[in-house]
């Protein structure tokens, strides 16, 4: 989050103020949130029997954030940039245990907290803050603040303007500046959300111009890309009337591929991705913030040009339009686009499992990894023609990918709730393996399996066709969400925010998984073992809620291969 001033913070957890922080559940919360690394160092878990065990590290914490939950509602009614950061956290905290009813519930109370401390606005130009002498570490601190409220609303609302709480265009706050100048409590000038934008109290020279540039965090342009990613979301559900491939001054799919762009081009080269930099933010413990944005930037690309790939869109029907009416070259460039980024993607995740394996244990990376598995899977399945999607990437340089995906996720499921997610990733890879024979050597192989062109015949659309608008958020956004995660928790009377159980910590065969290795074997071991679960158990009416539990996709729409979401038609472009 990097709202906490470490430095400031450890000075006053051993001084009188002490008693403050303890009132307002941060130290609490920050006990919850560490307490799954702590318990897993402890207890280890390389063990054959520990790994039998299945043991569940996201369990510990829960006195902790119970302790912070009281200290917030004890005072309910309190106010304090303090009890902000405990809401922030605890947010984080019930993602991460799959309480996504409460998650859903708290979030509305940081925004309205965000509203009445109104550290949106900078401190000097807050009334109530001209009659106090605040510093330039409490004035960053506010604004990292804001920021991480805005990021925790941008993941929930996902371009739908009935789940936005927290708009970009109501902050009026820098964006953070650099980890160095904040921790050395040094003041200084940034830019806006919008780039070469300021302050209206800045007075733009060319000194100011450049060092508010180079004054600007990683975290900034993470911001800079959840913007974009809210933007093209909302472009993606609302495709009437748009002619894509068509380049004119008012094309929303070219405006926004130009702001991509332009956001991708803006990466300093200290923040590019390299060996050097890679463990340099090692080094510093910003590893998952690093890959984080090189991951979303590139996840941007293919929740854009999705547009013209069949399923990727949920429903299918909403670019049936667009892909029947194309031209060919835009859509070979939406699959080529998708394909490329999804597997950069991969590569990038699988780095980041080799250079530190505990930094890939965020929220956001199960969404990563899932929606990385289902785009190469999808993306392939729609291709159906002779010529290689990607020259030189065969099938089991695919396969690998997926495989990999699935150990992460693995690994993942055990600090964080991820069940489903790796139970998607699981059903992607059985998917892939049906589709293409592993002893293929690229797309062209006789041994390839044909994939028939929807529009000569192929498989219908299993959504209907229909293109008649629906009201209600359950549609606009798909079961896989927050949102419809906690209606499900109402409807089912839970409020432990337990949603089913993960089939694969229940049937015998999930203990054929191979034990996790220090680091993901070449491409030429498969450690998976079978992957097959029987279909009867996987799609037997409501056996398990499947959708309840995948709480970062409220309205990205990608498929699941989970139940009714499975794709399982045949199709080309």
């Not at 900078?122 to 409490?138: H, L, M, Y």
């Not at 380049?247 to 390299?274: G, K, M, V």
């Not at 359950?474 to 995660?485: A, F, I, S």
């Amino acid at each position: 989050m990097g709202f906490l001033h470490v430095p400031t913070f450890m000075e006053r957890l051993k001084g009188p103020t002490q008693l403050e922080t303890q009132q307002s559940g941060l130290i609490y919360i920050m006990c919850a949130l560490s307490a799954p690394f702590y318990y897993a160092d402890t207890i280890g878990f390389v063990g054959e029997e520990d790994q039998k065990k299945e043991i569940q590290f996201f369990d510990a914490g829960k006195g902790w954030a119970e302790a912070a939950s009281q200290c917030l509602f004890s005072g309910f009614g309190q106010t304090g940039t303090e009890r902000l950061m405990t809401e922030v956290l605890l947010h984080e905290y019930y993602l991460r245990q799959g309480d996504y009813a409460k998650g859903f519930m708290i979030s509305g109370q940081i925004a309205r907290h965000l509203q009445i401390l109104q550290i949106n606005i900078e401190a000097n130009s807050d009334p109530s803050c001209q009659k106090i002498s605040v510093s330039g570490v409490t004035k960053e601190s506010r604004r990292r603040l804001v920021w991480a409220c805005y990021i925790l609303d941008a993941f929930i609302e996902c371009g739908i303007d009935q789940l936005r709480l927290i708009l970009a265009e109501d902050i009026h706050v820098q964006l953070p500046c650099s980890e160095e100048l904040f921790v050395r409590s040094t003041p200084c000038i940034t830019e806006t959300l919008t780039p070469g934008q300021y302050l209206p109290s800045v007075t733009p020279t060319p000194k100011t111009i450049t060092e508010a540039s180079n004054n600007l965090d990683m975290r900034g342009f993470y911001i800079r890309a959840l913007n974009t990613r809210s933007k093209i979301l909302k472009y993606v559900k609302c495709l009437a009337g748009e002619v894509p491939w068509q380049r004119n001054p008012t094309s929303r799919f070219h405006i926004l591929e130009d702001e991509l762009h332009t956001l991708e081009t803006s990466i300093p080269p200290a923040l590019q991705i390299s060996t050097e930099n890679m463990y340099l933010f090692k080094a510093s413990g910003r590893l998952s913030l690093y890959f984080s944005l090189h991951i979303l930037i590139s996840q941007n690309y293919h929740d854009l040009y999705r547009i013209g790939v069949s399923r990727l869109v949920f429903p299918n029907s909403a670019t049936q339009w667009i892909r029947e009416n194309a031209p060919s070259a835009f859509l070979v460039t939406c699959h080529t686009i998708c394909a490329q980024k999804a597997v950069y993607i991969a590569s990038l995740l699988k780095d980041l499992w080799v250079c530190h394996r505990l930094s890939i244990v965020d929220t956001p990376f199960a969404m990563y990894i899932q929606v990385c598995s289902s785009v190469i899977v999808t993306t392939l399945a729609s291709w159906g023609r002779d010529e290689p999607l990607i020259p030189g990437m065969g099938y089991g340089e695919y396969r690998a990918m997926l495989r990999d995906n699935v150990i992460m996720l693995r690994f993942l499921q055990r600090y964080i709730k991820a069940s489903m997610y790796y139970e998607s990733a699981v059903q992607a890879l059985n998917r892939f393996d049906e589709l293409f024979s592993l002893d293929c050597t690229g797309p062209g192989s006789a041994n390839t399996p044909a994939l028939v062109d929807a529009r000569a015949g192929g498989s219908a659309d299993r959504t209907g066709g229909s293109s008649q608008i629906q009201l209600t958020l359950e549609y606009v956004l798909n079961p896989l969400g927050t949102y419809p995660m906690a209606r499900k928790q109402i409807e089912n009377g839970d409020g432990e925010g337990e949603v089913g159980n993960c089939p694969g910590e229940d049937v015998p065969v999930a203990e054929e998984i191979a034990v996790l290795d220090d680091s993901i074997r070449p491409s030429g071991e498969d450690d998976l073992g079978s992957f097959t679960f029987p279909s009867e158990m996987l799609f037997a009416g409501n056996v398990f809620d499947w959708e309840p539990e995948m709480p970062m996709m409220p309205g990205i729409g990608y498929p699941t291969f989970l139940g009714h979401f499975s794709v399982d038609a045949p199709r080309g472009l």
